[in-house]
């Protein structure tokens, strides 16, 4: 392995963070929902292979088995249940938005900047095979939350809290090799819950409301 | 109690819950069910009292193998849960057995309740034992996850876009706060030789000195905003008024008594290890600029609302606010007041949760405008409702009066922390005495208003005695009790948790 | 140094030639692949080719409303596309023009063609042809500011803007792989503006004539005979370079770097795997997505602007 020398390593591990944060915008710009689940599933994928990356160059054994478990339950169940949600309803794209496609993605490039400059200050500090994969993965926490606001349906929201797991799962991968073994386990057990539980709760919106548009639910006011 | 009844005591704490859930699937009879769930919380309460007396005489214990960590702070918490935990089952006795009566919910779906709720039990003790931040923060998801179908569970519309906005919110609240968790053990692999135990508190005790500040602040922040989020600190709190209104009472009454003392648990010991860090005026003016922020603005929502069940979840908000300003202005006064606040506020607002249940049930309206003639129709209820608004009006002879006098007293001593203490503590203590006094006026105007008046004719009279009757009877006595005498145990575990937090 | 001029003459023949002769094949195998995805035998990969030559020998119809733009425009069409050819790196890195012009020249170069195709379209007086060009004036106006930005932020990483240069450090990974997150956005970027610019799925759609959707071919509409030869030939020369420019500025690995025999034959190698395997990709796209309607296409173009000023921002805060 004298090709592979730790910078880059570090280059490739990068890459495979940039690779995640380009699926981010694509969900982003992406109205159909089964091309968002899809993306997701894609998103996923690219996590669990830089997490093996990661865990090949460090010889940490246990992140092998967080990237296992990320292909099994983010690229494979979660996307699952997802579409079998969306064949059950009745919408397959967002029409309406809070905020439109472009502006949306401003926004996000907005959001990338934030998260790049809040973490200035403490990558130097890192290990230096990550450099901006911590900014990366701030960056993906921070356009799933914005993506939260921006979309109406629960499907779309759920993607995005998805996809804010994902980039705090690439956060704990790549910034600091993963966590003990019990928490990563607690988190993807918690992810899975979770995404069942909001899928079941979208089959109760669309019964109780006809609809899964959130922007329906206001009921309740003050 | 001697060392070796810790890891036994723990197991209890920890088994009988899930025990409970696991039980509550498979008894057909709902007697069972109460049975189970009364066995689990006397257990629990049993547990964490040996626990609290030897955290209190031998100082912090650790069990299962540094899974485990139980310090004063902790078992003070762990009272807190067993305490309101009981209540609430003697309560459900009663309360649920109505529900399948009238047959509101089918008897089966009832088991689906105890278990959950056995289950959100479990993950708010996980929550308080775990000695890893990051096993705290899966329970404290946990909570979220078993309560969103408990808050649906009427699963009507109102009930159904309640759980999901609950849903939503926290889980995107909380993910937040795991990213602080990352951030926090980015810190800590690079001090720590041990890199599997980077997360644990008492790892994190001994070399928080030496953790990077910088990492160490963004981390506190977004652990602040995620489980703040939880607590309802305004300005992440639009979930937590429509919850409480939509569960169902002995849920509501969890919801607003424990699982935001958990949440500010989560809190707390985050800022234990930021504070070695960072200046304490950094975390300390957050939490209290926060705190002063819930506090003002639930006071204004308190000024407009119209259902009793939304009032009290401003009130929640309001009061967890409060406390939120004891612990930024810290100091021995500042952080016992803020302690005994939790205590006294999770008595309180599980006791009016369980009265505004009880009207539900009567009444079967939200209103506060169609309830009338309570002191008539359910005296007990009545009695139950007009002491919790009492007390949450933070009017003597109750505990927190006591509470809330200690935290004004603290920060018109010291005033705010840092920077925002230079111009002295008059500003934000004359604008918590205005709120306050919002506060209580609305609070008490309303409560007046459905304890006397002409009592409806379509409503039964009278309120015969039932076991339920306990869970009102409790929490009342003790919220009188601690505002003149603390009983010693209690005190000496609130001294000792304060040490803790301010101890440097 | 007589030998150097020498070999830069054989060298741009060379790839003259190359360009003229691969391009209406990769054409080809674009609809090849598309045809088996839709489960044709499809065409054979020569049929570019025997179209372009029976066209050849067709004498043009030339309306007699048109200017002398009209006939001008197809000579200067496939002139500016090709000298654009000559500017990018195919097979070996030192590029024959490298002298005469950089990236952005490239840019411009294509505009040019593009211009003078916008007026051709006007220039007939048909319906059609104004249709077309208003709408690649549309898209122009949006693919260019994309463009350039994703252009810079290449140049940027590598510290030239000369592709010579870019190709050279690159593929001896001389300093540039140091930021994959600019480079990565920038690729994505300048993948969606290869869509665009040649007309292929989602933005215009070459299979389809007298339809109401078309951008490209509505401009073409009035042409026939040699003229028309010339402007499929440069629209698919056009495409190669796109293609071309892709593989070689963002995974140059395998062109020649330097003027050996098995180095050139490596590079030849590589560059016709790479062109295939871009074509496949695009081939495989247009049969996954439909054409979007016009006022779509801001989406998709602003998102590949965004991506390219994400990607020259970073750059600055990586290294800043």
């Known amino acids: 392995m004298s090709w592979l020398t730790p910078e880059l390593g570090a280059h490739l591990i990068d890459l495979g963070s940039a690779m995640l944060l380009l699926t981010c915008f694509a969900i982003v710009a992406q109205r159909r929902l089964s091309a968002c689940v899809d993306l997701f599933a894609v998103q996923s994928l690219c996590l669990a292979m830089t997490a093996a990356f990661v865990a090949f160059l460090t010889g940490t054994k246990h992140i092998y088995l967080a990237a296992a478990l990320t292909v099994v339950v983010k690229a494979v169940i979660i996307p699952r249940v997802l579409r079998r949600v969306i064949e059950r309803l009745n919408v397959t794209r967002e029409l309406v938005m809070n905020v439109n496609v472009p502006a949306s993605l401003l926004i996000c490039a907005g959001l990338v900047m934030v998260a790049f400059f809040i973490t200035q200050p403490i990558i130097p500090f890192g290990h230096i095979l990550t450099r901006d994969s911590l900014a990366i993965a701030l960056a993906i926490v921070l356009i799933g939350f914005f993506t939260m606001i921006a979309r109406q349906k629960a499907v779309t929201q759920l993607i995005a809290f998805l996809v804010m797991e994902n980039g705090l799962f690439l956060g704990a991968t790549a910034a600091t090799y993963g966590m003990p073994l019990v928490v990563e386990l607690g988190v993807f057990f918690d992810v899975l819950v979770a995404a069942l539980i909001a899928g079941i709760y979208t089959n109760r919106l669309q019964d109780a409301f006809d609809s899964v548009d959130t922007s329906r639910l206001s009921e309740l006011k003050e | 109690m001697s060392a070796e009844w810790i890891t036994p005591a723990v197991l209890v704490l920890t088994l009988a819950p899930l025990l409970a859930a696991g039980v509550s699937l498979l008894v057909a009879s709902s007697r069972w069910l109460h049975v189970a769930n009364l066995a689990s919380m006397g257990a629990l309460v049993v547990a964490e009292t040996l626990i609290a007396r030897s955290v209190v005489a031998r100082g912090p214990v650790t069990a299962l193998g540094e899974l485990v960590y139980i310090d004063a702070l902790s078992s003070l918490i762990l009272f807190i849960i067993g305490t309101v935990g009981l209540a609430c089952s003697l309560y459900m006795r009663s309360y649920m057995d109505e529900q399948v009566a009238r047959g509101v919910i089918a008897p089966r779906r009832l088991n689906v309740f105890f278990c959950l709720f056995h289950l959100f039990v479990f993950a708010m003790v996980a929550a308080t034992i775990a000695n890893s931040l990051g096993v705290q923060w899966v329970a404290i998801e946990g909570t979220t996850l078993a309560t969103t179908f408990l808050i649906a569970f009427w699963r009507r519309r109102e009930s159904l876009e309640a759980g999901w906005k609950y849903l939503i919110l926290c889980s995107v609240g909380i993910s937040l706060a795991l990213f602080g968790v990352v951030l926090m053990y980015y810190s800590s692999v690079r001090v720590l030789a041990d890199a599997g135990a980077g997360l644990n508190i008492t790892q994190l005790q001994q070399v928080a000195g030496e953790l990077d500040p910088h990492i160490l602040k963004l981390a506190f922040i977004f652990l602040f905003v995620g489980y703040g989020t939880k607590v309802g600190l305004a300005p992440m709190h639009s979930w937590l008024p429509d919850a409480y209104t939509e569960a169902p009472a002995p849920v509501a009454a969890m919801l607003a008594g424990v699982l935001e003392t958990v949440a500010v648990y989560a809190i707390l010991r985050s800022r234990g290890i930021a504070d070695q860090a960072l200046s304490p005026e950094f975390t300390g003016a957050l939490l209290a600029l926060f705190g002063l922020a819930s506090f003002a603005i639930a006071a204004l929502f308190l000024l407009l609302q119209h259902n009793y069940k939304r009032l009290l979840a401003y009130s929640s908000i309001e009061h967890m606010g409060l406390a939120m300003v004891g612990f930024g202005v810290g100091g021995a006064v500042g952080t016992f007041g803020g302690l005994f606040h939790l205590l006294n506020h999770a008595l309180a607002k599980s006791l009016a949760f369980f009265a505004a249940g009880n009207i539900h049930r009567r009444y079967r309206s939200v209103e506060i405008s169609e309830i009338h003639g309570l002191a008539t129709v359910l005296p007990g209820s009545a009695a139950a409702l007009l002491i919790s608004g009492l007390a949450l009006a933070a009017l003597p002879p109750f505990a927190l009066f006591a509470s809330e006098l200690q935290i004004l007293t603290a920060l018109g001593s010291w005033g705010l922390p840092g920077d925002w203490g230079r111009s002295g503590p008059s500003g934000p203590l004359i604008l918590l005495l205005l709120c306050s006094l919002v506060a209580f006026a609305s609070l008490l105007i309303r409560i007046t208003g459905m304890v006397w008046g002409r009592a409806p004719e379509t409503v039964a009279h009278g309120e015969p005695w039932s076991t339920g009757h306990l869970s009102l009877v409790l929490p009342a006595a003790l919220l009188a009790v601690l505002c003149w005498a603390l009983p010693g145990p209690l005190e000496r575990l609130l001294q000792t948790a304060t040490s803790i937090l301010i101890h440097r | ?320």
């Open chain 3, 1 to 320: 140094m007589e030998r150097t001029v020498w070999l830069s003459i054989v060298l741009t023949l060379a790839q003259v030639l190359l360009l003229i002769a691969i391009s209406p094949g990769v054409v080809g195998l674009i609809r090849k692949i598309k045809a088996r995805f839709q489960c044709r035998r499809g065409p054979t990969l020569s049929q570019p080719y025997a179209d372009l030559s029976k066209l050849m020998r067709k004498r043009p119809v030339v309306s007699t409303t048109t200017s002398w733009i009209f006939t001008a425009t197809p000579y200067v069409v496939f002139g500016s596309t090709l000298t654009a050819g000559l500017l990018v790196p195919m097979f070996a890195s030192q590029v024959p023009l490298n002298f005469a012009g950089n990236i952005i020249a490239l840019v411009y170069l294509f505009a040019i063609g593009a211009f003078f195709l916008m007026l051709a379209g006007l220039d007939a007086g048909s319906a059609f042809g104004g249709m077309g060009s208003s709408r690649e004036a549309i898209i122009a106006s949006l693919t260019e500011p994309a463009a350039m930005m994703a252009v810079f932020a290449i140049a940027l990483t590598a510290g030239s803007t000369n592709l010579s240069v870019i190709v050279h450090k690159t593929a001896l990974l001389d300093g540039i792989v140091a930021d994959p997150s600019p480079h990565l956005l920038a690729l994505a970027a300048l993948f969606i503006v290869t869509l665009a610019e040649t007309g292929r799925v989602p933005v215009d759609n070459p299979a389809t004539h007298l339809e109401l959707t078309m951008i490209h071919e509505a401009m073409l509409l009035e042409y026939s005979g040699r003229h028309l030869a010339l402007l499929e030939w440069a629209a698919a020369i056009k495409l190669t370079v796109f293609l071309a420019l892709l593989a070689n500025v963002f995974a140059p690995w395998g062109i020649a770097t330097t003027l050996t025999g098995t180095a050139l034959a490596l590079g030849l190698a590589a560059f016709g795997a790479k062109v295939a395997l871009l074509a496949a990709i695009i081939g495989t796209l247009e049969c996954m997505f439909a054409k979007l309607r016009l006022f779509r296409l801001t989406d998709l173009l602003g998102a590949a602007f965004i991506l390219a000023l994400l990607g020259l921002l970073l750059f600055y805060i990586l290294r800043g």
